[in-house]
């Protein structure tokens, strides 16, 4: 499974990098957040989903869920 965030969408609250600070991490060069993995690991795909799906702006996309 793999997981991105799109830059135009992102609204930078952070909820993702709390939820699952393995996978997502706030850049605050670009006031965003970015996916740290290429490969989103067995143990946080529920949380990566969740992430997504709790994204107030939709701008986390999951692959392979």
């Known amino acids: 499974m793999k997981a991105s965030v799109d830059k135009e ?4 609250d952070r909820n993702c990098n709390i939820l699952c600070p393995e996978v997502f991490k706030y850049d605050e060069d670009e006031l965003m957040s970015v996916v740290l993995v290429d490969e989103i690991s067995e143990k946080h795909k529920d949380l990566v989903v969740q992430a997504a799906e709790e994204c107030p702006g939709g701008a986390i996309s999951v692959e392979g869920a």
């Open 9 to 12: 969408l992102c609204m930078g």
